[in-house]
């Protein structure tokens, strides 16, 4: 685990990640994904890992679309799954 300076003094900490992370809220926990995709260590979009740099303006739209869309599974009806399954043989 990493040392922390408080004071100027170090402090050793040993933390278990797992106890740290069921201890945060889920506001607290939401900043720690923010900060590990602003550092580098988390994909923006993780249906594309490693394209985030490669994709233009439309294109991170329509990837931030299909991530929303990709959690609603269980709140579509039977047409709108249909429609997907269709969109999915077209372009397969």
Same mark, same amino acid.
């Given at each position: 685990?990493p040392?922390?300076?408080?004071?100027?003094?170090?402090?050793?900490?040993?933390?278990?990640?797992?106890?740290?992370?069921?201890?945060?809220?889920?506001?607290?926990?939401?900043?720690?994904?923010?900060?590990?995709?602003?550092?580098g260590?988390?994909?923006?979009?993780?249906? =594309?890992?490693?394209?985030?740099? +490669?994709?233009?303006? #439309?294109? $991170? %739209?329509?990837?931030?679309? =299909?991530?929303?869309?990709?959690? +609603?599974?269980?709140? #579509?009806? $039977? %047409?709108?799954l249909e429609?997907?399954?269709?969109?999915?043989? +077209?372009?397969?």
């Amino acid at each position: 685990m990493p040392n922390f300076t408080a004071y100027n003094v170090d402090v050793d900490l040993d933390i278990d990640v797992d106890d740290f992370l069921s201890e945060c809220s889920s506001r607290e926990i939401k900043e720690l994904i923010n900060a590990l995709i602003e550092d580098g260590h988390l994909a923006k979009h993780p249906l =594309l890992p490693g394209h985030e740099e +490669k994709l233009g303006k #439309m294109e $991170e %739209e329509f990837v931030g679309k =299909l991530y929303t869309i990709s959690s +609603k599974y269980y709140s #579509m009806t $039977e %047409e709108e799954l249909e429609m997907i399954d269709k969109l999915y043989n +077209k372009y397969r």
